[in-house]
């Protein structure tokens, strides 16, 4: 194919002119750039040359200060402690061998360790200090600072490091810091940290690691040869980081941790009218502190082999079976339902037959004649049988469903576990099996596959007394300076309301005041003299006991098997200001083991007056501190 | 049908110029990246070598079909490098605060690179079909104009802004060329200047930062005028002969933060001082001034604007990248072509190496 040039001869003239114009316009440019490079390389290249080799401009940062965390009451929790690092910046050194046996002789160090990475440094970046020694001690400082005209390169580097002042308390909520990995940096996640930056890994440090950390200042500085700072060329102020005040309560958070001492559980409270959490304690814990120091490997060894795992904050994320406390919402859905007439009486013989199984209460001598305000008070599991069978296992899901159980519930922390509302549908399709009919039995009284957390636990309670709201547990109060006071405030977030008729939940209100306060009530070990407490008492078989077994005592069953004790509470029962969500794991009847914890929690949290005791406890409960 | 005056007619200075760049180009990378072990440095010049390697085999692509193709579809290809860049902005990797690439499971692209010769491609199109010679008005432009404005805001707002400008620049250039009367420019830029407010508040805040620290580099005492202080120190210190292969010890000492891309000019002023540099800028010189030689020899307009559109972007590369390094202009973040390490704008830039080569080696199919 041929193609006709489109030119015609005056054009091709014009075209012609103007690209030589062109031409002569791209060489008068690169004539301006080669006297350019003349005048940089070849008459001021020699004072370059000297600043090169001798002077050099250099950077340094100026790290800000991390904002604070406090309870809600303003008291401190945690601060940022000065730290003592020691470096040595490879290119002043003059004499490897002689610099490390000298530090050798005042600190303790491995000489031979210390001289491998200063030597590798030396050819790739001589000019970064490299850490020989984190978290100097007093004398360690005063010995090397004496000395310090003598060794050549040695310099002291001062570092903020995190400190949490009541060590673990709270450690699952407050969380840690970490040194920032490749991963998080390529992710852009924390685009004001830099390698070598502590930034959060857990918990409130984490989620709020944005706002805590502020932003980091510098200087532009000139330094001489030995890296002396000979002037500052231009410097920009660290800005500090926001404070981070929490909703919890210092004093009843350490009563709650007290009472989980060489325990395994969890312990929720919170404000039923807000969703704020007032405690929440998990057993066994760690100490964040480690974490601020710089983990060394045998403590993180310690740490992840322990059978318990300190690190899980079973608050969240720990799911158990939620036991006789699940009655409460059998009872609802029965109500609502049509199924269940409050005033019905229902024969308990202390078991019941259900297509050939035998299916006990927990009480072999039997509750007779109950209502359901007695079988709630007494926790009579043959009644539950009965009315769970009644109204069938998918009405039951969609109930505990609409309560808030077995979802996550929002909270402003990572790692939260949904727990699990089974229905036949869900059995199927995890199994592959038909939901068989005696199943619904066991969930009716708490056992089998459902599982809840502490968190939807005591949310759960909390709506039932507040009318049916279901407010999102809020963990942070506000975050703010000291210059712009309350930057942002968490204000209570309502997700849903229950929309269940108000006398049926008088007559479950009722009933629960009636399990601590009546003779028989299951929770009465959690009664109170002054204020009416209202609550629910939840035991969970771990493993069903072989029947010939079955009369042996609690503490000869070995500590795996034995049952886990549940109790929530509200108090007080007319106005409720606290709910409580109360496990502990492996230890027995959940109104012998738990009930008491609540009683002491809320008789001290209306007392107003902490026993001191808690902070003694708490200081050397390290994370060997557990059961067995 | 195949002509052997194809054959006959391959440019190969241009290709040897390209081979050269490329060869200084990764020999600088493997220099700058020396000590760069945080970056996966040791990796960078063997990625360059890749990119080069594809780059030629696309150069060589590009010359096996007749350019004209491209003038017929130039607004379809166009059209599809817009969408793509919708794309890269509506479900693009956000790297460095900014969404430029689309992914494509094993590799990404960066379709502003793209659009800026499809770009030059539709303007040559619409210019060599005016009429009239030259003394074009503000209303002759208001096609162009509009061709330029859809792709600028949308790199603007992702936020490319080095890109956007030399988008603009590259345009401007073209249309200079073609010989718009001044008044219109006047016009023209006033107005542009007068609705930039309008523009402005049409974006978010943090592209807002992002395009007054493009513009102000020096407010940031610690970033781009701590840059600039060593990027001179590292370009003077080279002298007449330089420090020697690998010897650069402002390189070493891992001062910038960009040394592969922005101110890897520097890197190789300071190893092979103002002998290496001028060796560069007159490979440079030579490739922007064969293009133009081409651009004369071509048959057709619309082959002399495509050459003359890409030659410019060139040189714009050029003299934007050498002038911030060496302190002429404020830093703005534009890397050096081809020199620079940067798979997507290698391999772009190739292609349009290829389109050169391909209206060069057809220039004898056209009839007197």
């Given at each position: 194919?041929?193609?006709?040039s489109?030119f ?5 003239e ?7 114009r062109?031409?002569f ?14 005048s ?11 600043q ?5 401009i250099?950077?340094?940062d ?6 604070l965390?406090?309870d ?8 940022n402690?000065?730290?003592?690092i ?9 004499n490897?061998d ?9 600190i303790e ?9 200063i030597?590798?440094?030396l ?5 970064n ?5 984190k ?13 310090s005209?003598?060794?050549?390169g ?11 002042i ?7 909520l ?28 857990f918990?409130?440090?984490k989620k709020?690691?944005?706002y ?10 000139e330094?001489?040869?030995s890296?002396?700072i ?6 920009k102020a ?12 210092k004093?009843?958070q350490?009563?709650a ?6 325990r ?8 039923p ?5 007032l ?11 480690d974490f601020?120091?710089g ?13 318990h795992f ?6 969240i ?6 036991g006789?406390?699940?009655k409460?919402?059998v009872?609802l859905?029965?109500l ?7 005033n019905?009486?229902?024969f ?16 072999e ?9 007695r079988a ?8 539950f049988?009965?009315m ?11 109930y505990?469903?609409?309560l808030?159980l077995?979802?996550r519930?929002g ?10 509302i ?18 619904t039995l066991?969930v ?5 596959f459902t599982?809840?957390t502490?968190?939807q ?6 709506a039932?007394?507040?009318?049916g ?9 506000c975050i703010?300076?000291?210059?712009k006071?309350g930057?942002?405030e ?15 939940m008088?007559l ?5 005041v009636?399990?601590?306060n009546?003779?028989r009530g ?9 204020i ?5 008492t ?7 006991l072989p ?11 070995p500590?795996k098997f034995?049952d ?13 200001v ?16 738990a ?7 809320l008789?001290?949290?209306?007392n ?6 808690a ?8 994370i ?5 | 049908?195949?002509?052997?005056r194809?054959?006959h ?21 493997y ?7 945080s970056?996966?440095g040791?990796?960078?010049y063997v990625?360059?070598i890749c ?10 692509l590009?010359?096996?079909?007749d ?44 379709p502003?690179e793209m ?8 303007l ?10 030259g003394?074009y ?7 162009p104009?509009i ?8 790199i603007?707002?992702?936020p ?19 010989n718009v ?13 007068l609705?930039?407010?309008f523009?402005w508040?049409t974006?978010?805040d943090?592209?807002k930062e992002?395009?007054i ?12 005028a ?6 001179k120190i ?9 420090k ?7 390189t070493?000492?891992d ?7 922005d ?5 190789l002023?300071e190893?092979?001082?103002?002998v290496g540099?001028?060796m560069?800028?007159?490979?440079y010189?030579f490739?922007i001034?064969w293009?133009?030689n081409?651009?004369?020899?071509s048959?057709d307009k ?5 050459v003359?559109g890409?030659?410019?972007s ?14 002429l ?6 890397p050096?072509?081809?020199?620079s390490?940067?798979?997507s704008?290698v391999?772009?830039?190739m292609?349009?190496?290829?389109l ?6 057809r220039?004898f199919?056209?009839?007197?």
């Amino acid at each position: 194919m041929a193609w006709h040039s489109d030119f015609d001869p005056i054009e091709t003239e014009i075209y012609q002119r103007r690209l030589a114009r062109l031409t002569f316009f791209v060489v008068i440019v690169f004539g301006v750039l080669f006297v350019r490079l003349w005048s940089l390389q070849i008459i001021k290249g020699p004072k370059y040359r000297i600043q090169s080799e001798n002077n050099r401009i250099d950077l340094r940062d100026i790290l800000p200060f991390r904002g604070l965390i406090f309870d809600r009451n303003g008291q401190l929790l945690v601060d940022n402690r000065p730290s003592f690092i020691l470096g040595v910046i490879p290119e002043d050194t003059k004499n490897l061998d002689s610099l490390t046996e000298d530090l050798r002789r005042l600190i303790e160090i491995d000489s031979v360790m210390v001289k491998g990475k200063i030597k590798k440094a030396l050819k790739w970046n001589p000019f970064n200090p490299v850490h020989i020694k984190k978290g100097l001690t007093r004398d360690e400082l005063a010995r090397i600072e004496t000395n310090s005209l003598s060794m050549p390169g040695v310099i002291i580097e001062v570092k903020p490091e995190r400190h949490c002042i009541y060590n673990t308390l709270a450690a699952h909520l407050i969380g840690y810091l970490g040194e920032i990995d490749r991963e998080q940096l390529n992710r852009g996640e924390y685009k004001e940290n830099k390698l070598g930056d502590f930034v959060g890994k857990f918990g409130i440090e984490k989620k709020w690691h944005k706002y805590l950390n502020g932003i980091r200042g510098g200087q532009q500085v000139e330094v001489n040869a030995s890296g002396q700072i000979l002037r500052v060329l231009y410097q920009k102020a660290a800005e500090p980081g926001f404070n981070v005040y929490l909703t919890i309560d210092k004093d009843l958070q350490m009563l709650a941790e007290r009472s989980l001492y060489n325990r395994v559980g969890a312990i929720v409270a919170m404000n039923p009218s807000s969703g704020e959490i007032l405690a929440m304690a998990s057993s066994p814990a760690f100490n964040p502190n480690d974490f601020a120091k710089g983990m060394d490997r045998d403590g993180w060894e310690r740490l992840i082999s322990n059978p318990h795992f300190p690190l899980q904050n079973r608050a969240i994320s720990g799911q158990y079976p939620p036991g006789s406390v699940f009655k409460i919402v059998v009872a609802l859905a029965g109500l609502e339902e049509g199924v269940i007439d409050p005033n019905e009486k229902i024969f308990c013989g202390g078991s019941h037959r259900f297509q050939g199984r035998i299916y006990r209460d927990w009480k072999e001598k039997a509750h007779g004649y109950v209502d359901l305000h007695r079988a709630l008070v007494e926790s009579c599991d043959v009644y539950f049988y009965k009315m769970g069978q009644k109204i069938g296992i998918d009405s039951i899901a969609k109930y505990a469903k609409r309560l808030g159980l077995g979802s996550r519930t929002g909270l402003q922390l990572g790692d939260e576990e949904p727990g699990l509302i089974p229905n036949k549908a869900w059995k199927l399709r995890r199994w592959h099996v038909p939901w068989q009919e005696g199943e619904t039995l066991s969930v009716a009284v708490g056992q089998s596959f459902t599982l809840i957390t502490p968190i939807q636990m005591v949310r759960f309670i909390s709506a039932l007394f507040n009318g049916g709201i279901v407010f999102r547990p809020q963990v942070t109060r506000c975050i703010g300076r000291e210059d712009k006071k309350g930057v942002f405030e968490f204000k209570p977030h309502v997700i849903g309301h229950w929309g269940l008729r108000k006398e049926n939940m008088e007559l479950v209100k009722k009933a629960l005041v009636g399990v601590v306060n009546e003779p028989r009530g299951t929770g009465k070990r959690a009664r109170l003299d002054q204020i009416r407490v209202a609550g629910k008492t939840g035991t969970v078989q771990v493993i069903a006991l072989p029947e010939e077994e079955e009369s042996v005592q609690e503490r000869d069953v070995p500590y795996k098997f034995r049952d886990h004790a549940w109790f929530v509470a509200v108090a007080p029962a007319e106005n409720p200001v606290i709910a409580l969500a109360i496990l502990v794991e492996h230890s027995g009847l959940g109104g012998v083991v738990a009930a008491p914890i609540a009683k002491d929690m809320l008789e001290s949290y209306f007392n107003k007056s902490m026993p001191l005791r808690a902070r003694e406890v708490l200081q050397d409960k390290a994370i060997k501190g557990v059961a067995r | 049908m195949f002509d052997r005056r194809l054959i006959h007619n391959f440019d190969w200075i241009l290709l040897v110029i390209l081979v050269f760049i490329g060869l200084l180009s990764v020999l600088n990378l493997y220099s700058a990246t020396h000590t760069i072990r945080s970056m996966g440095g040791s990796q960078i010049y063997v990625r360059q070598i890749c990119w080069f390697a594809i780059g030629f085999l696309v150069l060589v692509l590009m010359t096996t079909f007749d350019y004209h193709i491209l003038d017929r579809f130039a607004y379809p290809l166009f059209f599809v490098s817009l969408i793509l860049l919708v794309a890269s902005l509506k479900m693009g990797r956000v790297t460095y605060g900014s969404q430029r690439w689309l992914s494509f499971g094993y590799f990404s692209v960066q379709p502003s690179e793209m659009v800026k010769i499809t770009l030059v491609i539709v303007l040559a199109k619409h210019f060599s079909r005016l009429e009239r010679m030259g003394d074009y008005r503000l209303r002759d432009l208001l096609r162009p104009l509009i061709l330029i404005g859809i792709p600028f805001i949308m790199i603007v707002h992702q936020p490319d802004l080095g890109t956007a400008l030399m988008l603009v620049i590259v345009c401007f250039s073209l249309i200079v060329f073609i010989n718009v009367n001044w008044k219109s420019i006047l016009i023209f830029l006033s107005t542009a200047l007068l609705s930039a407010p309008f523009f402005w508040i049409t974006l978010q805040d943090y592209q807002k930062e992002r395009i007054i620290a493009f513009l102000r580099p020096d407010l940031d005492p610690l970033g781009a005028a701590y840059h600039l202080t060593q990027s001179k120190i590292t370009i003077g210190s080279g002298l007449f002969w330089g420090k020697g292969f690998l010897k650069g010890t402002q390189t070493r000492l891992d001062f910038l933060p960009q040394q592969h891309t922005d101110f890897s000019f520097s890197v190789l002023a300071e190893e092979w001082g103002f002998v290496g540099s001028v060796m560069l800028l007159f490979l440079y010189l030579f490739l922007i001034l064969w293009c133009l030689n081409i651009a004369k020899n071509s048959k057709d307009k619309f082959g002399t604007l495509v050459v003359v559109g890409i030659a410019a972007s060139i040189f714009w590369h050029l003299t934007i990248n050498v002038s911030m390094v060496t302190g002429l202009l404020p830093v703005v973040g534009i890397p050096l072509v081809l020199f620079s390490y940067g798979g997507s704008s290698v391999i772009s830039t190739m292609a349009a190496m290829g389109l050169i080569m391909n209206i060069s080696m057809r220039r004898f199919i056209f009839q007197e």
